[in-house]
């Protein structure tokens, strides 16, 4: 048997590694080189990584669509040729700024303006109007990055299998913040944080390259023999008409998933919980920095930052694994399996709740603690994105990700913008803000903290609520 499903798993990998990157350019460049030169508050940061979470959500919930519409290989590759065109467009908001300012001809000239002037304001509300046209030129293209990859997964893979070879291009996501760090902040520091975009950004083109020849769907492909086709669709071995092609399989109408109890299943799971992972993803940066002051540049926010992302890294990769056990060593149907792994890994982000507690005595607690609770959204992930392969028709995955993908960035809209309010907030009111012992903007964290631990045990509740148990959507 052929394994050609593995080196395509590998595209989708490299693919998630790259979409992360490009959305951690941004943070990890925000405070101590953006944030300055544009005179952003922490509200500002909040206002745009949460209008680029629902600008994601919006452009979410048509590129499932798009992606059944266009077919696997052309969605991707247009997917990934808007988001990497809009990372590398951040790098000129410098420049831009400057046409719309009057009294700054230059990009070195926007620091030097007075902070709290008119000046300032002008700068930081143009700039903001900038930033936020790339981050929905970057949102419209990544969303199709999941809905694309689970569609591939499902035409690639048989279910037993579709949680692990999640796990694995989903690992994309923590290797993509993991090696963000050491790659990004070294960028801007010796080139400027334009050319970290640039660079980054660029990467995406790269990928398109090797898509475009290595990809075909599996019935198709020159690489695939007989052997690994029939153990692809060994689910639907009894209709022929499956094995050969899955073009003149029924597709639902948009409208309608919205009828079936498993899509809103999906939409609650990803709703609650996607917010948690886009928080730490864009403010764990912020956080080490304003906290033990340790910038992204520095050694010890490259370190903080590599071990949070290390630990997701790894412990995510158990999240594809531990619901193939449980179908293999305890005959479980593959959603009572899921769902199984996933109530397991809805108690991991509970260790949230001490990360600030834990920062009292050192900065790695936090660093450790968050990365557990990170480790455990991955893992939920690679489930609740499995779920949908499970229960819905090939012809329908796409569309229901990208419901569901909406929901969730429409859930991280709610957050982002928040956070960024209640830091602003807390930090003006300093000892008047308080929260279960903490003042100022320690409180904001712990606050946000408490929500993401509590998350997933909310969201599996609810999930097993309106779907107790497999029932596959019939056409």
């Given at each position: 048997m052929t394994n050609w499903r593995w080196w395509i798993c590998s595209l989708l990998f490299v693919a998630t590694t790259v979409n992360y990157l490009d959305r951690q350019v941004l943070s990890l460049t925000y405070k101590e080189f953006i944030a300055p030169e544009f005179h952003w508050t922490d509200a500002d940061y909040g206002t745009i990584t949460s209008l680029f979470s629902i600008f994601y959500a919006v452009a979410c919930l048509f590129a499932g669509k798009f992606v059944d519409w266009m077919g696997t290989k052309k969605g991707f590759l247009i997917a990934i040729g808007v988001w990497s065109l809009g990372a590398v467009m951040h790098a000129g908001c410098g420049v831009a700024t400057t046409w719309f300012v009057d009294g700054v001809d230059s990009v070195a000239a926007l620091r030097a303006v007075e902070a709290g002037s008119h000046a300032a304001l002008a700068i930081s509300t143009v700039s903001v109007y900038l930033f936020l046209l790339c981050r929905g030129i970057l949102a419209l293209g990544e969303s199709g990055n999941f809905p694309a990859a689970i569609k591939t997964t499902a035409e690639y893979f048989p279910k037993k299998d579709r949680a692990f070879a999640t796990s694995i291009f989903n690992a994309g996501a923590s290797v993509g913040a993991l090696s963000a760090p050491l790659l990004i902040p070294p960028l801007a520091k010796h080139l400027g944080w334009e050319m970290a975009f640039i660079i980054i950004g660029a990467l995406g083109f790269i990928w398109m390259f090797f898509w475009q020849f290595m990809y075909d769907k599996p019935e198709k492909s020159k690489h695939v023999n007989e052997a690994e086709l029939e153990y692809i669709h060994q689910d639907d071995a009894f209709d022929a008409a499956a094995k050969t092609s899955s073009d003149d399989e029924n597709s639902i109408p948009f409208i309608r998933c919205?009828?079936?109890?498993?899509?809103?299943?999906?939409?609650?799971?990803?709703?609650?919980?996607?917010?948690?992972?886009?928080?730490?993803?864009?403010?764990?940066?912020?956080?080490?920095?304003?906290?033990?002051?340790?910038?992204?540049?520095?050694?010890?926010?490259?370190?903080?930052i590599f071990t949070l992302y290390a630990i997701v890294t790894v412990v995510s990769l158990f999240g594809g694994y531990l619901p193939k056990l449980f179908v293999e060593k305890r005959g479980m149907d593959p959603y009572a399996g899921r769902m199984l792994a996933m109530l397991i890994f809805a108690f991991f982000p509970l260790v949230a709740l001490a990360a600030q507690p834990m920062g009292a005595r050192s900065p790695w607690w936090p660093a450790v603690l968050i990365g557990i609770a990170a480790a455990g959204h991955q893992a939920w992930s690679a489930n609740i994105f499995s779920t949908v392969g499970d229960m819905f028709p090939k012809s329908t995955i796409a569309s229901v990700t990208g419901i569901g993908a909406?929901?969730?960035?429409?859930?991280?809209?709610?957050?982002?913008?928040?956070?960024?309010?209640?830091f602003t907030y807390a930090a003006e009111q300093g000892a008047a803000f308080h929260f279960l012992g903490f003042e100022g903007k320690p409180a904001g964290y712990f606050i946000m903290f408490c929500y993401c631990g509590l998350a997933y045990l909310i969201g599996w509740v609810i999930m097993k609520s309106l779907v107790p148990k497999y029932k596959h959507v019939e056409v």
């Open positions: 919205f009828r079936y109890r498993q899509t809103w299943s999906f939409i609650v799971g990803k709703f609650l919980t996607d917010g948690v992972w886009w928080f730490f993803l864009f403010w764990a940066p912020a956080y080490f920095h304003d906290h033990f002051n340790a910038p992204a540049s520095s050694p010890l926010g490259q370190g903080l909406m929901a969730g960035g429409i859930g991280s809209m709610i957050i982002q913008k928040v956070a960024g309010n209640l």
